[in-house]
């Protein structure tokens, strides 16, 4: 084992990897992109694949929900793996009205109310950014596969269930954030104190302004595009 959490030997990842929250998600892509893949990781269940897409070598990790997990991943992705760039691939719940399900969202910027970047290096700011250079491939990406993507400010939350649903609000208004997630500020945190790249496209799964929710069938065909948009972006970095 090289790592408490990663089973893999040293060489088994590319330097790009995709990052959703749900392991079996990493699966599907790995089954429906992937060529030459191999299963490089499955302590704790936590599925990694390597393989290449359009002859370019890529590796697809899920991430578990929440800060504390994919701090962990990618801390070991970056620092024992050697991986350069990591692009997240979930979902989010929309805080915009302008946001409709399945829309796909590229943060351009994080906020976090987490302690994750006081804990872990004394930097108490509560925004991170993303790699600009994988942000602009993946803009270029979209407009290539004519994919409509919107970009804007992200709320990376600690907590699932809110006392106070309408909480969302105070968010949106105060800080922009147009829809919520669980892990893009701490994968960004860990990118920016390392020196590596990260970005973080999310599909809008539900709405917290409408309530209304994705069906797992949609979830799938929607979540492709994202994928699309992701992996296209890798064979022509
Ligand atoms: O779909 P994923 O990537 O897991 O992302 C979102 O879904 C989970 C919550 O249901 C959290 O991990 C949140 O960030
Ligand atoms: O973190 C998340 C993801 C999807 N929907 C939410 O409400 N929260």
Known sequence: MMTPHIEAASDAFA?????????????????????????VNQVRNMLAYTGTYQGVPVSVMGSGMGMPSIGIYSWELFTVYEVEHIIRIGSCGAYSPELNLYDVLLADRVFSETT????????????????????QRLIQSAHALSLPL????????????????????????????????????????????????????????????????????????????????????????
Request: glycine share 4%; with cysteine.
């Open 116 to 135: 994750f970047g006081t804990v872990q290096n004394g930097d108490p700011n509560p925004f991170r950014s993303p790699s600009p250079e994988l942000n």
């Open 150 to 237: 919107k970009t804007g400010t992200v709320h990376s939350c600690d907590v699932f269930y809110r006392e106070n649903s309408q909480d969302f609000q105070r968010i949106l208004h105060t800080h922009q954030a147009l829809a919520v997630e669980m892990e893009a500020f701490a994968l960004f945190h860990n990118a920016q104190v390392l020196g590596k790249h990260a970005a973080c496209l999310l599909t809008v799964s539900d709405s917290l302004v409408t309530a209304e929710a994705a069906s797992p069938e949609a979830r799938q065909t929607a979540f492709t595009r994202m994928m699309d948009i992701a992996l296209h972006s890798i064979a022509n970095a």
């Open 15 to 39: 330097k790009t990897v995709l990052m959703p929250g749900d392991p079996l998600r990493a699966k599907f892509i790995a089954e429906h992109y992937l060529d030459n893949v191999k299963q």
